[in-house]
């Protein structure tokens, strides 16, 4: 990977709750405290989504804490932000958005060329079953591995 990116933060409830069929890096119109704070990793988003309002797209669920360094001057941790797309894009996920089932969800966010980034899911919710066969294929996965490496000793 030519490029530098530094990850922040990863939704792993949104690859466990949903099946990802595709995926969108996004920019972030973020106001000055708010960046220090998610640098420095104060960030919280399990239940966060997004939602396409007047041809603008907005991640709303979203808490990034306050900088503890700061003076009075801080912002608000829960209030929606915006994110930076083509109007191409934005006409393409609404699209898919208006289908039953689909809904975008933040994955994970990251720091490219010192900016940051969001990695927006196109996502349809698993049902029960499907959660459960992801379960199973995990602790078969791991099972073997243990095996593995108890047989290479």
Not at 48 to 64: R, Y
Not at 122 to 138: H, P, T, Y
Request: with cysteine.
């Amino acid at each position: 990977m030519s490029e530098e990116r530094k990850l922040i933060a990863v939704n792993k409830k949104a690859r466990f709750n949903y099946s990802i069929e595709e995926s969108i890096e996004c920019g972030i119109v973020l106001e000055g405290t708010e960046v220090k704070s998610v640098k420095a990793g104060n960030i919280s988003f399990p239940d966060a989504f997004a939602e396409i309002i007047n041809m603008e797209v907005w991640v709303k669920g979203l808490h990034i804490s306050e900088y503890s360094f700061s003076s009075v001057f801080n912002h608000n941790p829960d209030r929606p932000k915006k994110l930076l797309l083509h109007r191409e894009e934005i006409k393409r996920l609404l699209r898919k958005t208006d289908e039953k089932g689909y809904t975008l969800v933040p994955l994970d966010f990251y720091l490219k060329k010192g900016r940051v980034k969001i990695t927006l899911g196109l996502c349809k919710g698993k049902k029960l079953f499907d959660k459960r066969a992801d379960i199973k294929a995990r602790d078969v996965k791991r099972d073997l591995q243990r095996e593995l490496r108890q047989n290479q000793r």
